[in-house]
């Protein structure tokens, strides 16, 4: 029975496509690629080397590399002599934030994250990276700014970590920058308390404002 | 005017007599209120009937301290009083002794005394209003005037009972002595009995009546007096008046318990008979006559009540009386709620009231109570047994809260893995890790089986098999066949698998540096071939891909 109605579906289907050439079935069609969408253009990201980051981009090259390459779908290449990365789409990129994703990737790495730490971008929509400076909090110069430095790492870089650990953030403290690299609310804690401390308030302080606000974010989650 | 000597001779008596006679009419005649306000024409009227009577009773007196009375102007109404007692203490002794012979020797009755007797009572009734101007007019001081009075009382009581006994003794010597054509005993005897139906009987006596309307005026004027003494006298009242019913065979209860109405009756008759002291049948019949006749005329009826209509009429006037009192409002403690307003002042203390008291009264205080607490403290502190306050335990409401601590080194896992993993938890791809509490809690659970089932294998005969520990020791490769396989227990799990399982692979295995040129080469032949029946079938699938249904690429159906 089911077979005899298949059939009859099948040739009431070419009796209509052969009868009716004014019937227009609707057309579908898929998804555009990001190279269709810019009409076969490719596009290009290029990130600068610092130099205090080239060795260690030599150095980590295969793990940028792989998976910009293989799962975002980006060509990459390193321009040596133009001190640059560049990034190209490819026909068969998937979407058409791969690119600036994987910019924004390099990029982390360049201001002096791990690649580990840096990767999560490329997984991750809603990370961000927030840089500011000393300065922009409070004027300090001298032995003010060396210790507001010292003050932001902590002894062996605890207070660092412990803003780390508490807040799910990575943070590089370069000099009188500070790169922070997390989820939105996860940023501005941090930046909170390097704030506060950059301010001038002691650690222990900041710590049990620390494990109040992770205590709420914890529970929220 | 100037006292007459005594001594002078009859004529001046007589007159002196009559001046004083004329004076107490005088006396007499004056207006009450006259009497309040002092007035020399009265005192010496006074003084002159003092004096005339006075000079009457010496004759009587054995032996008297003045011939005649001293009341000129010059002396006292004390001095006058005093000279009147010195006259009258031994005439009152004199008049007593005469009074008990009589008694002893009670004279006959005279009948035609009747009217001596209404003439001496005026005449002593006289006297005695006189005599109670004259202390009223002299002293102004009742004491005295009553004491005067009492004694002129005294006197003319005296003088009324020896009257009476006159009378009597009169009668008897007539009954017994004398009978003579003109009277006959039995005549005598037949007009007594008819007098005694008339008195006992019969309720018509006006004369009487006026006597004793008299007689009740002055005893009220007695009342005071005499009422401390009704009650000692209401015994020999009755006693004279069941010797009366023994006696009279007409007599009623009336007649000698009188009505209610009629206590003064009653008191005169006591009155009269304390005094007298006379057991005359005349005299006690005439005072219960009197009663009688002043009760049956106070009824309202003209004829005597029976006791049952004596009763009937007391349950009247009882009934009477209730439905009166219901009519009226009650009395403040019968009503309901009486606040102090609404009754009069203090008026709740005279009243026994009752109410509740919600407080228990306080114990008394004695030895017993005090042993027997102390008893019960020296049992309860051998016991150990008090009544201490225990602080209530404090039930946890929430689990405690593991505290995730700052851990202030640098974390092991980077930001991917650590998103990673939360991604792995949120889908449940990977359990959730344990916390701390956990390890330690399995810890302790493990710790405790191994202890139970030591201590199950000492207490207990009965087997007990060793606790399985659950462990994720996962074994790789290992069908699903194998870990159902019963084995002896001995075999461990390194035997458990076979030879295949561990390795797979066909025929000599050689490592890459035994090989031949022409094995080497044959392995890399087999090597391309697969690899290009590899890129063949992609390169298939793609293209396959690539057909839209419907349209030309796309094969037709077989």
């Known amino acids: ?76 290449r390193m321009n040596l002599k133009a001190r640059k990365v560049e990034l190209k789409t490819r026909a068969d990129t998937p979407d058409v934030s791969n690119l600036q994703k994987c910019a924004d990737f390099v990029h982390a790495f360049m201001l002096g994250f791990d690649v580990a730490d840096a990767l999560a971008l490329l997984r991750l929509d809603d990370l961000y990276v927030d840089s500011f400076e000393i300065k922009d909090v409070k004027t300090l110069r001298g032995e003010h700014l060396s210790r507001a430095i010292g003050r932001l790492s902590g002894k062996g870089g605890k207070t660092k970590f412990a803003i780390e650990n508490s807040t799910r953030t990575r943070i590089v403290i370069a000099d009188t920058k500070i790169h922070i690299l997390g989820s939105f609310l996860n940023i501005k804690v941090a930046r909170d308390s390097l704030c506060s401390l950059i301010l001038g308030s002691p650690a222990g302080k900041v710590y049990s404002k620390l494990r109040a606000v992770t205590a709420r974010l914890a529970e929220k989650y | 005017m100037a006292a007459t000597p005594v001594t002078t001779a009859a004529p001046a008596e007589e007159e002196a007599a009559r001046q004083g006679e004329e004076a107490l009419e005088r006396l007499m005649s004056a207006d009450a209120p006259l009497y309040l306000s002092p007035s020399p024409e009265l005192a010496k009227d006074a003084r002159t009937a003092s004096r005339y009577l006075f000079s009457s009773l010496v004759p009587f007196c054995p032996k008297p301290p003045l011939d005649s009375l001293l009341a000129d102007d010059g002396f006292d109404a004390e001095q006058i009083w005093c000279q009147i007692d010195l006259l009258s203490r031994p005439l009152l002794s004199v008049l007593r002794r005469e009074l008990n012979r009589l008694e002893r020797e009670p004279p006959a009755p005279v009948p035609g005394s009747g009217l001596d007797v209404g003439v001496a009572g005026e005449a002593a009734e006289k006297e005695r209003v006189m005599e109670d101007g004259e202390g009223d007019e002299e002293d102004g001081d009742e004491s005295e005037g009553d004491e005067e009075e009492e004694e002129e009382e005294a006197e003319e009581d005296e003088d009324e009972g ?325 084995a002896p227990v001995a075999v461990s799990d390194a035997a458990m698998l076979a030879p295949e399982e561990i390795f797979q692979g066909k025929g000599d295995i050689k490592e890459e540096a035994e090989l031949t040129k022409a094995e080497r080469k044959r392995r890399r032949g087999n090597k391309k071939r697969k690899f290009k029946a590899e890129m063949a079938k992609t390169t298939a699938k793609k293209a396959g891909q690539n057909v839209i249904p419907g349209s030309t690429n796309e094969k037709p159906r077989s």
Request: a negative charge; hydrophobic letters at 30%.
């Open chain 1, 1 to 76: 029975m089911a077979s005899s109605e298949a059939t009859s579906s099948a040739m009431e289907i070419e009796k209509v496509a052969a009868a009716a050439p004014a019937a227009v079935l609707r057309p579908q069609f898929e998804a555009l690629k990001p190279h269709d969408m810019s009409d076969g253009k490719v596009q290009f990201r290029k990130v600068g080397v610092p130099p205090h980051r080239y060795a260690p981009l030599k150095r980590c090259w295969m793990e940028i590399y792989t998976p910009i390459y293989e799962q975002m779908k980006i060509d990459i």
């Open chain 2, 162 to 486: 020896d009257e009476e006994e006159k009378e009597d003794e009169e009668g008897e010597a007539k009954g017994n002595q004398v009978e003579d054509k003109f009277l006959k005993i039995k005549e005598l005897e037949e007009y007594l009995e008819m007098e005694e139906e008339k008195e006992y009987g019969r309720p018509e006596r006006k004369g009487n009546k006026h006597e004793e309307e008299d007689e009740d005026d002055d005893d009220e004027e007695d009342a005071a007096d005499a009422e401390e003494e009704d009650d000692l006298d209401l015994g020999d009242f009755d006693g004279d008046g069941d010797e009366e019913t023994g006696t009279a065979e007409n007599a009623r209860y009336e007649d000698f318990f009188g009505g209610i109405k009629k206590k003064g009756l009653n008191k005169n008759g006591i009155v009269g008979k304390r005094k007298c002291s006379s057991n005359g049948i005349d005299f006690v019949d005439g005072l219960e006559s009197t009663d009688m006749d002043i009760e049956e005329n106070d009824d309202k009826g003209q004829k005597i009540l029976s006791t049952h209509e004596k009763e009937l009429k007391k349950l009247h006037s009882k009934i009477e009386q209730m439905e009166k009192a219901n009519l009226e409002p009650k009395s403040w403690t019968m009503q309901g709620e009486v606040t102090a307003a609404k009754r009069p002042k203090n008026s709740a203390l005279e009243v026994d009231l009752d109410f509740e008291h919600n407080v228990r009264p306080a114990p008394v205080i004695t030895e017993e109570v005090t042993a027997s607490l102390e008893d019960i403290i020296k049992k309860r502190i051998i016991e150990g047994h008090f009544d201490d306050v225990q602080r209530a335990p404090i039930l946890p409401s929430k689990s405690p809260k593991d505290h995730k601590e700052l851990d202030e080194n640098k974390s092991k896992k980077s930001l991917a893995e650590i998103y990673e993993e939360e991604y792995a938890q949120k889908s449940g791809l990977a359990p959730a890790p344990l916390t701390v509490s956990d390890t330690f809690k399995n810890e302790a659970s493990l710790l405790f089986k191994k202890l139970c089932s030591k201590l199950d294998a000492l207490s207990h005969f009965h087997f007990a098999p060793k606790p399985v520990i659950e462990d994720m020791s996962i074994q790789v490769n290992v069908p699903a066949l194998a870990m159902e396989e019963i």
